[in-house]
């Protein structure tokens, strides 16, 4: 589904934040990527949308070469691939409902099957009572939860997820880590970066840890 | 097809609500100045195209010592002269009786005192030489080259005019100049969702469709607006300008552009419009990219 070959990333500046990983995930597969803070977890993960492009190596999505996509190609990867940060990135003026409606809005959905989808995405994570909300009026486990259903709203075949759980309490973490497991069980392929050792290791999932640039 | 109506729809509600009143009534004002100055000299034009613009000249005739028939015979024997017409004192004088207020001076005077005159048409352009010639002519008492003060008001018309141009293509340059940055700070307000847009997939086009529909509508709406304001201009002009010509036994006032002319001025606007917008979204939708 997603694999890595001799990655290398290296930032304007001279910064190198990856250097040769290689790896791959299967479809359906959850996988967890670890490592210290600035390990390289989130450029690795900003290379898979073409958030980022790579210096070396070439990254393969569904058997495309991601760094040789046009411009004009980007967006319909990106609607493959759902993406939740660590700080969110949710629109606070408007409501909870419109933010997950946003990647809908251009798909070709008609107006009623784009309404129930975000409905459905909404209640996948146990917020559809809170639809009206603004997110800042929500708790940070919320808002999180607010993001993965705009992530999945257009039902991507791979859910990115970086630093999911930085910010929360245990109990609001592990709730967000069931969501994914509960999505990879129905089929998606998941990547979740984090520090958390601990965490993962309840999880029983495969683990890629990167240390200095590189896959252990 | 119906999903693309649906999004244009959007785009188009969207591009509406970022219609800036204050850029409109900006481009309104600035787009009335050439405008206006177009419906003005469109009606003078109007005015002037009536007067002659042929090479004529007229030859009054001293009453005592013309030999009107060797006169005549020698003007159309001259190769610079292309017809000849002979106006008798009698025809010159029915001719004023039709001009507004002469009739009554007429009467006064009791007796007609207009000469016979020849009315020459040159071949030639310039008429000023032949003019100094015909005047030296034995039994010719004065010359008058008639189109020459017409052609000058004809001339002027046309400096007045290109003017009229630069200005418009000077203010035309401002609409794109005004546009394109409502549009670039427009977009710099809206830098989060653009960011999140392009993180979830939305397409460069889709993004910016708005942008273009708020530039596009912005220029129709100050089309129309200069449209208004030169209507309402000339109608006040009108109002003093009938008294004035009224006066002179004219019924001259100031026309409005013509139906093309005033679709012309919106169409212009709104074009202009969408290409600030269009250079704007260039630059600046592009340059922001979630990192």
């Given at each position: 589904m997603v694999s890595f070959s001799a990655v290398a990333k290296r930032y304007p500046g001279g910064e190198e934040a990856l250097r040769g990983v290689t790896f791959s995930v299967d479809a359906a597969e959850l996988l967890f990527i670890t490592g210290r803070s600035g390990a390289g977890k989130s450029t690795l993960l900003k290379l898979i949308p073409a958030i980022e492009r790579p210096s070396a190596g070439t990254v393969l999505v569904n058997g495309q070469n991601v760094a040789a996509l046009k411009r004009a190609a980007i967006p319909y990867l990106r609607r493959n691939v759902g993406l939740v940060f660590q700080d969110q990135k949710l629109l606070y003026d408007r409501s909870v409902y419109d933010n997950v409606m946003l990647p809908l809005s251009?798909?070709?959905?008609p107006p009623k099957e784009a309404a129930r989808r975000a409905r459905a995405a909404l209640d996948k994570v146990g917020l559809l009572a809170r639809e009206k909300a603004n997110p800042i009026q929500l708790s940070g486990g919320e808002q999180q939860r607010v993001a993965i259903a705009r992530a999945v709203v257009n039902r991507p075949s791979i859910l990115l997820a970086d630093e999911p759980t930085a910010n929360l309490d245990a109990d609001s973490a592990r709730r967000i880590l069931d969501i994914f497991v509960e999505f990879n069980q129905v089929g998606v392929t998941v990547l979740i970066a984090t520090h958390d050792h601990e965490l993962v290791r309840e999880y029983g999932k495969r683990v890629v840890t990167l240390e200095a640039g590189r896959a252990q | 097809m119906k999903a693309w109506f649906r999004q244009h729809a959007q785009a188009f509600g969207r591009g509406l609500a970022r219609v800036g009143l204050l850029n409109v009534l900006v481009i309104g004002v600035a787009l009335a100045l050439p405008a206006g100055g177009y419906a003005l000299i469109e009606s003078l034009h109007a005015v002037s195209g009536r007067l002659a613009l042929d090479p004529q000249i007229s030859l009054f005739l001293d009453a005592k010592r013309a030999d009107t028939d060797a006169l005549a015979a020698a003007l159309k024997r001259d190769a610079r002269i292309a017809r000849v017409r002979f106006v008798p004192r009698e025809q010159a004088l029915k001719e004023l009786?039709?001009?507004?207020?002469?009739p009554e001076l007429m009467a006064a005077l009791g007796r007609n005192p207009l000469p016979d005159a020849f009315v020459v048409t040159a071949r030639e352009e310039s008429i000023e030489p032949l003019a100094a010639e015909l005047a030296k002519l034995p039994g010719v008492a004065h010359v008058q080259a008639d189109a020459l003060w017409a052609r000058r008001l004809g001339s002027i018309a046309r400096v007045a005019r290109m003017g009229l141009w630069l200005l418009a293509v000077l203010l035309g340059v401002a609409l794109v100049a005004v546009t394109f940055n409502t549009i670039r700070l427009q977009i710099l307000t809206q830098r989060d969702e653009i960011e999140v847009s392009k993180l979830i997939g939305a397409t460069d086009s889709f993004i910016g469709r708005p942008y273009y529909y708020a530039g596009l509508l912005q220029g129709l709406a100050g089309g129309l607006l200069a449209l208004a304001v030169v209507a309402i201009s000339l109608a006040l002009l009108n109002r003093e300008v009938r008294v004035l010509s009224e006066s002179y036994g004219s019924n001259f006032r100031f026309d409005f552009l013509s139906a093309g002319d005033a679709f012309a001025v919106v169409l212009f606007a709104g074009l202009l419009g969408w290409a600030g917008a269009h250079l704007s979204v260039r630059r600046h939708l592009r340059a922001i990219e979630p990192s």
């Open positions: 251009f798909s070709a959905h | 009786g039709t001009v507004q207020g002469l």
